[in-house]
């Protein structure tokens, strides 16, 4: 099996963490950029693309199960946390 080879299947099974829709529509693309910015003979993912990769997937299903957990989510925690207090 060429290096090429090895490293692809690699990427696919760490890109296979995020959402299927989302690879449907995405994959063959990060593929590509993932590829093409390995250096000469890589056999592997670096550590930090699997961590990137894997921690990236993570987020975007947390954030399909709960939403945007940004600015406007924690505002809001916030303001009913003081109206609980107050109460």
């Known amino acids: 099996m060429s290096d090429a080879?090895?490293?692809?299947r690699r990427y696919r099974r760490l890109l296979a963490f995020y959402p299927e829709a989302f690879r449907r529509e995405h994959e063959q693309e990060m593929?590509?950029?993932?590829?093409?910015?390995a250096g000469e003979g890589q056999r592997r993912p670096t550590m930090d693309e699997a961590i990137d990769l894997v921690r990236n997937a993570i987020l975007m299903r947390l954030w399909q199960m709960f939403g945007?957990?940004?600015?406007?989510?924690?505002?809001?925690?916030?303001?009913d946390t003081e109206h609980t207090e107050h109460t």
Not at 31 to 37: D, N, P, R, T
Request: glycine content about 8%; proline content about 4%; charged content about 15%.
């Open 5 to 8: 080879t090895q490293l692809e």
């Open 31 to 37: 593929l590509s950029v993932l590829i093409a910015g």
């Open 68 to 79: 945007p957990l940004g600015r406007e989510t924690q505002d809001a925690a916030a303001l």
